[in-house]
């Protein structure tokens, strides 16, 4: 510590006695100056009013000062300070963040590593797996679940069984994604779970056990998803469910993992399997590919070369549903366009039914997803019947 402004301590002490109510600036000039003489009692807020400045700047170098500043408060709390660890973690995350906002992916990998040393493992899982290191990604996730931390079910099991199927390890993917499934399950017999979200689950799993090459067993989970879709044909929902949207976009999100190309260090993907903590730059690169997307399909369509336009479309509605897919208003306005196309453009392949029924199951997934139950079980009964001839 150097020497002490006793001047500027007694004004900032006085700032913060007065009546009128301060701005954050205020604050952070205030908690700056009185976190010198004493880091027990101001540490804390200086960490939170810190915080506070960099979420509601849009300044992405003011935002990195500004974390890195919270972090270093952070480390300066004393031990046994109520919420230490929770409040470094904050900013650590808040950091990171603001680390890959500007490029600096290896300091921002590093801040995730620190964040796992102290528990918190989801993040460096999350930068893992846009590396393509889907292993490591796998071991962190499979260390969360065993260490009890922070649980959304649906998004960690998906998560996890999307890197272990990224690692080769598909017996692996499958079990931990038969969990989920089976809780669905139950809990839609319950009416504690969508149907819409059951059938989802059910036709990803049956894409696991194919690419696995169980197709016994893949034939047997679409059987009973066109079961559920017939019920939700027939009698629609039991009951009212909203904010389902980011399940439909996640699965079909990671159900093209392997058509776009491979991950690593140099050159990252965005995480397929989670809907959540994306590297904004990582994020903007692979939408930043669909005009070179569209300009590809351009030139197939010319060229009458069916079968790589038929691929690269779904990968431009991939796109799409990822960008926005998760938003209400005018869903199947925006959306059935793509997906009609796709299955327009794979009708005119006679000769290739996997691409039909898989242009067909998308369909009918996004159909389920607008409500449209008659439909999504006409369109996935037909898909059904083009697997089973194969």
Request: glycine residues 6%; aromatic residues 8%; negative net charge.
């Amino acid at each position: 510590m150097g020497k002490i402004d006793h001047d500027a301590v007694l004004r900032a002490r006085v700032l913060l006695l007065g009546s009128g109510r301060l701005s954050l600036p205020e604050q952070v000039g205030a908690y700056r100056v009185l976190a010198e003489v004493n880091a027990k009692a101001y540490a804390p807020k200086l960490v939170d009013a810190l915080l506070w400045m960099s979420y509601e700047s849009r300044d992405p170098a003011a935002i990195l000062a500004l974390t890195a500043e919270a972090v270093e408060a952070g480390r300066r709390m004393e031990a046994g300070t109520p919420n230490r660890a929770e409040r470094l973690c904050r900013a650590l995350d808040a950091y990171q963040s603001a680390l890959f906002a500007v490029g600096r992916r290896a300091e921002g990998r590093a801040v995730c590593e620190e964040m796992a040393e102290a528990g918190r493992t989801g993040e460096l899982a999350i930068i893992l797996a846009e590396e393509g290191r889907f292993a490591e990604a796998a071991e962190l996730n499979e260390r969360a679940a065993r260490n009890g931390e922070p649980h959304h079910r649906f998004r960690n099991l998906v998560e996890w069984a999307a890197n272990l199927e990224g690692a080769g390890r598909h017996d692996a993917a499958s079990a931990v994604f038969r969990e989920l499934l089976d809780e669905s399950r139950r809990e839609a017999a319950d009416q504690r779970e969508a149907l819409t979200v059951l059938t989802w689950e059910l036709v990803h799993f049956s894409r696991m056990r194919e690419a696995a090459g169980h197709e016994a067993d893949a034939a047997d989970v679409r059987r009973e998803a066109l079961a559920v879709l017939e019920e939700l044909a027939t009698t629609g929902e039991p009951r009212s469910w909203s904010c389902v949207l980011s399940w439909w976009v996640t699965l079909f999100a990671l159900s093209g993992r392997a058509d776009e190309p491979l991950a690593s260090a140099e050159s990252p993907m965005p995480v397929f399997g989670t809907g959540l903590h994306r590297s904004r730059s990582t994020w903007n690169a692979f939408l930043g590919t669909l005009p070179e997307l569209e300009a590809e399909a351009a030139d197939f369509r010319e060229a009458g070369r069916l079968p790589e336009l038929v691929d690269v479309q779904r990968r431009i509605t991939l796109r799409a549903a990822l960008r926005d897919g998760d938003r209400h208003c005018r869903f199947e306005e925006r959306f059935k366009p793509y997906f009609d196309e796709g299955v327009a453009l794979a009708r005119r392949l006679p000769d290739d039914p996997a691409r039909l029924a898989r242009a067909l199951t998308d369909r009918s997934m996004f159909l389920v997803a607008a409500r449209s139950f008659e439909n999504a079980y006409a369109d996935f009964a037909e898909a059904v019947t083009l697997l089973d001839l194969r």
